[in-house]
Nanobody, 115 residues
């Protein structure tokens, strides 16, 4: 069992930056593929970035060059550094941990990009 708690969301102006954190409890954190998803009202949840279990990360096209996913296995934490934020990045951001048949979600953190 893994529990995920996101933090770091908030209101930011266009062009600004935020860093989201996702702290995981439970064992074998390093064996999980960690990812960030986001969901806007009325839309499906979409993948933003995944670290592919510490391999080469994957990003959705709209955030390439602006967002960076990273993890610290010693702290059981995964991060999403978001730079050059745009209004269309506004969403609830969810942390995800995936391994074999196991799939866990955090409760989400709101990111609002607005002037």
């Amino acid at each position: 069992q893994v529990q995920l708690v996101e933090s770091g969301g908030g209101l930011v102006q266009p062009g600004g930056s935020l860093r989201l954190s996702c702290a995981a409890t439970g064992s074998a954190f390093s064996s999980y593929a960690m990812g960030w998803y986001r969901q806007c009202p009325g839309k499906q949840r979409e993948l933003v970035a995944t670290d592919n279990s510490g391999g080469s990360p994957t990003y959705t096209d709209s955030v390439k060059g602006r967002f960076t996913i990273s993890r610290d296995n010693a702290k059981n934490t995964v991060y999403l550094q978001m730079n050059s934020l745009k209004p269309e990045d506004t969403a609830v951001y969810y942390c995800n941990a995936r391994r074999l048949v196991f799939n866990y979600w955090g409760q989400g953190t709101q990111v609002t990009v607005s002037s």
